[in-house]
């Protein structure tokens, strides 16, 4: 019903740049908010930041300054800029959309299936 797509991912030198995006598209009533997690080899999937409807963020502590999220006017886009890459940022990223379906009441959560950043050092 839902199908989050993430794009953008691949391989950068620490301390460079990378932009990644993500689109979620099917039979959406309502996004309430889309974001990022992430999760690196032998981790847990960890809070990268978070956008809602209403244009508020979140980001997790060790990401802000670095990262900057942010979504396109018809909000079923988000964009996830990364700057000063670190080795310790390689992971898999994960882009999510909670949202309401037509037909459905209840929101839920949306995955995409991950992007790959690899930070060489």
């Known amino acids: 019903q839902v199908q989050v797509v993430e794009s953008g991912g691949g391989l950068v030198q620490a301390g460079g740049s990378l932009r990644l995006s993500c689109a979620a598209s099917g039979s959406i009533y309502f996004i309430s908010a889309m974001g990022w997690y992430r999760q690196a080899p032998g981790k847990e999937r960890e809070l990268v930041a978070t956008i809602t409807s209403g244009g508020s963020t979140n980001y997790e502590d060790s990401m802000k300054g670095r990262f900057t999220i942010s979504r396109d006017n018809g909000g079923n886009t988000v964009y996830l800029q990364m700057n000063s890459l670190k080795f310790e940022d390689t992971a898999v990223y994960y882009c999510?959309?909670?949202?309401?379906?037509?037909?459905?009441?209840?929101?839920?959560?949306?995955w995409g299936k991950g992007t790959l950043v690899t930070v060489s050092s």
């Open positions: 999510y959309c909670n949202a309401r379906v037509l037909g459905r009441l209840r929101a839920m959560d949306y």
